[in-house]
């Protein structure tokens, strides 16, 4: 009798942002490779930069196969099923077959003719894929190629609940076209990395994963997790391998230093994601692969709202899918192929029970506030870009406009939100951007009372050098609709702390803030920031 899995855990929402994360994280890591893929090897001083170009060639921002291969898995994850049955093999493989046909903008050569072989084979996509793949991997000593490895991350998001089940499941998605033992290995590390990430916000689930190996293999893979932790990335030069490519991941995340939280000098621990996926990039050679893999297991740690906003709204690719998408894919699969209670993240348009408006930004008149009444476009406002605080539907913002949509991953709840200096700081210094682009931007969040002034004060801050609690005073007088940021300590905190150097001894004027505003001091989990050294293993 086949074993049930448990149900995926309920995600509270530093775990949700987590699970959003693991795509899109792979997804900004494949696009920030792909311009250098076998190309020479960039220096410590060199920026990676998603210009597009590569093997391809790509668009700025887009993603190759890695991505387009998990996307193929994604689709059939995301309706919930278990994906070690057989009809999800199938589908999955029928999926690999039609991007193949259609899509693929680059196909590694194994997979390629594993493809091939199987298109003309009878029975079911699965069964004769699989059949390939074995026969290919029986005949031949270098199967063990780095294809399977790229696109995993999402199988991880399907059995949060139950880590054997994952085990299982990732032995038999790798096995349709990468059934070697060192590649079925790869993959149930990574996917018990990245399904501790997301549950429990570390890195300690790679090693975690030696017990999910066959007993005759753990130490061999103790010693390589050894050796990528000891070494560089660019020392694992023949990273078209799967023990190579994982080194060079593995090795970027754990020897890059998490930054410590100073606000107001714009460190931030996020930025690890970041910093991790661009030395994971200067590793050279399959350079949109190894930051394809790093940037699985970054996403489920440091969560969507920990990638750059810049790179969000970047990335894109096959089939014709942004980052909304990516982050719909990886919270559907997440939460077994369901919405939660008002539809997200499928629904076209989120209900709004508030009266739309929209005002200018005291400090810019270029700058609208408003609510999600205002961006669902009930009244007109004359704006050409917009920058959303909280959770929108798949739907158009502002039907019938063509603006720029920029989609920030903030929660209006104490203790929510993992990575909040730097959310906040990301969001205003993405309005300055529009601003200094000529773009009028409509900021709003869904009532436009708590995120949208802080984003606001802080982008103040930043544009004309307005200190904290005048452009807090001057916000709460012109948001006539309502004002609950001083019932958020920690939002209202943190628009303090960007804009106050730390002090010795890490006071900031916070304190004498909240007593001049009045804010109370309400429940939660402290601020937001989370700074624990975790580079992996102890």
Not at 10 to 34: C, H, N, Q, S, T
Not at 186 to 195: D, H, K, T
Not at 362 to 383: C, F, M, S, Y
Request: hydrophobic share 40%; with cysteine; glycine share 10%.
């Amino acid at each position: 009798m086949a074993r049930i899995p448990a149900p995926n855990p309920k995600l509270d929402a530093r775990a949700a942002d987590r699970a959003a994360g693991v795509l899109l994280g792979a997804a900004v890591g494949d696009a920030l490779g792909v311009p250098y893929e076998f190309k020479a090897t960039l220096s410590e001083d060199q920026q990676p930069m998603m210009i597009g170009g590569g093997l391809g060639p790509y668009e700025p921002g887009e993603y190759s196969d890695d991505t387009q291969m998990q996307v193929c898995i994604a689709q059939v994850a995301a309706t919930g099923a278990d994906l070690r049955d057989p009809q999800a093999l199938d589908a999955i493989a029928a999926n690999f077959q039609g991007w193949l046909g259609e899509g693929a903008s680059d196909v590694g050569n194994q997979t390629s003719l594993i493809l091939s072989i199987a298109a003309r084979a009878p029975g079911s996509a699965g069964t004769a894929m699989r059949d390939a793949a074995r026969e290919y991997t029986a005949g031949n000593a270098r199967s063990a190629g780095n294809g399977s490895l790229m696109r995993t991350g999402i199988v991880a998001l399907a059995h949060l609940g139950d880590p054997a089940a994952m085990a299982e499941a990732a032995i038999a998605v790798s096995a349709l076209t990468h059934p070697d033992p060192d590649c079925v290995d790869a993959c149930v590390l990574w996917c018990s990395g990245i399904r501790t990430a997301v549950l429990d916000g570390t890195f300690d689930g790679v090693r975690a994963g030696l017990d999910l190996l066959p007993a005759e293999r753990r130490d061999t893979w103790t010693e390589r997790l050894d050796e990528a932790e000891a070494h560089p990335p660019r020392h694992f030069t023949n990273n078209g391998w799967v023990v190579h490519a994982l080194q060079a991941a593995w090795s970027a995340i754990t020897r890059t230093t998490v930054p410590e939280l100073s606000p107001a000098e714009g460190s931030f621990p996020a930025q690890h994601l970041q910093l991790a996926l661009e030395a994971a990039v200067r590793a050279g050679t399959d350079t949109d692969t190894v930051a394809a893999i790093a940037g699985a297991l970054l996403g489920a740690r440091w969560g969507s709202s920990g990638v750059p906003l810049e790179w969000q709204r970047a990335v894109n690719g096959w089939p014709d899918l942004n980052e909304a998408d990516l982050v719909r894919l990886a919270l559907l699969t997440a939460r077994g192929g369901s919405d939660d209670a008002g539809g997200w993240p499928s629904t076209p348009q989120l209900p709004s029970s508030h009266p739309g408006f929209a005002i200018p930004h005291p400090h810019d008149p270029g700058v609208v506030l408003g609510n999600l009444t205002t961006a669902q476009g009930v009244e007109p406002v004359d704006v050409d870009a917009v920058v959303s605080l909280c959770r929108m539907g798949t739907g158009p913002v502002l039907p019938g406009t063509d603006v720029e949509h920029v989609r920030v991953w903030l929660v209006d709840s104490q203790g929510d939100n993992a990575n909040l200096h730097y959310v906040l700081d990301q969001a205003a210094r993405e309005v300055l951007r529009l601003r200094q682009e000529g773009r009028r931007v409509l900021l709003h969040c869904y009532a436009g009372q708590s995120r949208t002034p802080a984003v606001a004060a802080v982008y103040s801050h930043l544009a004309v050098g307005t200190d904290p609690r005048t452009a807090l005073k001057d916000l709460r007088t012109v948001l006539v609709n309502g004002w609950h940021l001083s019932e958020h300590p920690e939002l209202h905190d943190a628009v303090y702390e960007l804009a106050t150097p730390t002090a010795p001894g890490g006071k900031t004027a916070r304190a004498v803030s909240r007593k001049n505003s009045g804010a109370r001091r309400h429940g939660g989990h402290g601020h937001g920031d989370d700074g624990r050294q975790d580079r992996g293993p102890a």
